[in-house]
């Protein structure tokens, strides 16, 4: 996982910690003190809420106390693409240029230009160099690009 996405999941746990956790809390609360539970939708509502994001928090503090966090600006500047890098590559059928971070599986965001290095063009690029061409097959059909930079951090 790389940093920032290590410091986005901390984020979102303190948001559910702090924020989420409290407000749903009293909502169980206030739907408590309406009567009959058995046929009171907003408290069942509120635990499911509840339910929820216990799970999360779960999930959150797992993935965090497994993360190996990788700092990519402490490597060496070899031009190879590694996990954490920004790739600049230029589309050879229309020259247009895209930049894409390797990201883990969890930071991935296509419209925001993180590629999961488990992608199909993320493990096309991994371990490739400036100037190396390359071709995969996306979703979309074969895509043939050409690195053009490679940044750390």
Do not use: C
């Amino acid at each position: 996982m790389t940093r920032r996405g290590a410091e986005r999941l901390r984020e979102e746990l303190k948001h559910l910690k702090t924020v989420e956790r409290p407000r749903i809390v009293q909502a169980i609360a206030e739907a408590r003190a309406h009567g009959d539970l058995r046929e009171n939708a907003e408290y069942h509502s509120a635990r499911e809420r509840s339910g929820f994001i216990e799970r999360r928090i779960q999930e959150i503090e797992s993935k965090l106390a497994r993360a190996e966090i990788i700092d990519v600006s402490l490597l060496p500047a070899s031009g190879r693409v590694v996990f954490g890098a920004t790739v600049v590559v230029a589309n050879a059928t229309d020259g247009t240029s895209q930049r894409y971070e390797i990201v883990g599986e969890d930071e991935a965001d296509a419209a925001q230009g993180r590629l999961s290095y488990n992608s199909p063009l993320g493990r096309a690029l991994i371990g490739r160099e400036e100037g190396d061409h390359v071709s995969v097959e996306v979703p979309a059909g074969r895509l043939e690009i050409e690195i053009l930079e490679v940044h750390y951090g």
